[in-house]
T-cell receptor, first 113, second 113 residues
Framework: GNSVTQMEGPVTLSEEAFLTINCTYT??????LFWYVQYPGEGLQLLLK?????DKGSNKGFEATYRKETTSFHLEKGSVQVSDSAVYFC????????????FGKGTKLTVNP | EAGVAQSPRYKIIEKRQSVAFWCNPI?????LYWYQQILGQGPKLLIQ????????DSQLPKDRFSAERLKGVDSTLKIQPAKLEDSAVYLC???????????FGSGTRLTVV
């Protein structure tokens, strides 16, 4: 079945460092890809998405490009802030019409001042 | 717009007891999802409703879990009897049918002792 594999955490960075969180997927067909963020004590929030190959999703300085050839959707940010500390989940939509989301295990990011 | 409301925020019960969670989706959102998020893992879909009909309940443990969405608005998820492995955060989400993505509630954290 469809699945998402995410870089294991936790990840600890200093403020203004470059961030990459790797995500690869296995899917039949052409899924949509998502990054969700979960701040402490809060629900999941959509960070960015891409619906077809070569699309780039971006939001709040974060970017990810849908790479069909490498089945990847890596999350990047050029300069992280303390407020970016959270758990990040990569996900794909399982079936057209259903919009069921399949999630990776999540990567905890801690940014130190 | 108001977000997805869930209650209670926290619940502690003993094994073999029953528990119920409530979700009020965003007004006008036809699709409602219940996800289970076990500590250290990504959320897993339990059940998906389209209005008041079930679209996908393939991963719902039907011997102990049940869910309903009367009148296509609010939804309740029930566990009876609870097991220790049911300890998790139960997330409710809703979406329009347009593929615009989900909005998640803050979740209910269940601890079974």
């Amino acid at each position: 079945g469809n699945s998402v594999t995410q870089m294991e955490g936790p990840v600890t960075l200093s403020e203004e460092a470059f961030l990459t969180i790797n995500c690869t997927y296995t899917a039949t067909g052409y899924p949509s890809l998502f990054w969700y963020v979960q701040y402490p004590g809060e629900g999941l929030q959509l960070l960015l998405k891409a619906t077809k190959a070569d699309d780039k999703g971006s939001n709040k300085g974060f970017e990810a490009t849908y790479r069909k050839e490498t089945t990847s959707f890596h999350l990047e940010k050029g300069s992280v802030q303390v407020s970016d500390s959270a758990v990040y989940f990569c996900a794909l939509s399982d079936r057209v019409g259903s919009e069921k989301l399949v999630f990776g295990k999540g990567t905890k990011l801690t940014v130190n001042p | 717009e108001a977000g997805v409301a869930q209650s209670p925020r926290y619940k502690i019960i003993e094994k073999r007891q029953s528990v119920a969670f409530w979700c009020n989706p965003i007004s006008g959102h036809a699709t409602l999802y219940w996800y289970q998020q076990i500590l250290g893992q990504g959320p897993k879909l339990l059940i998906q409703f389209q209005n008041n009909g079930v679209v996908d309940d393939s991963q719902l443990p039907k011997d102990r879990f049940s869910a309903e969405r009367l009148k296509g608005v609010d939804s309740t998820l029930k566990i009876q009897p609870a097991k220790l492995e049911d300890s998790a955060v139960y997330l409710c989400a809703s979406s329009l049918d347009s593929g615009a993505g989900y909005t998640f509630g803050s979740g209910t954290r269940l601890t079974v002792v």
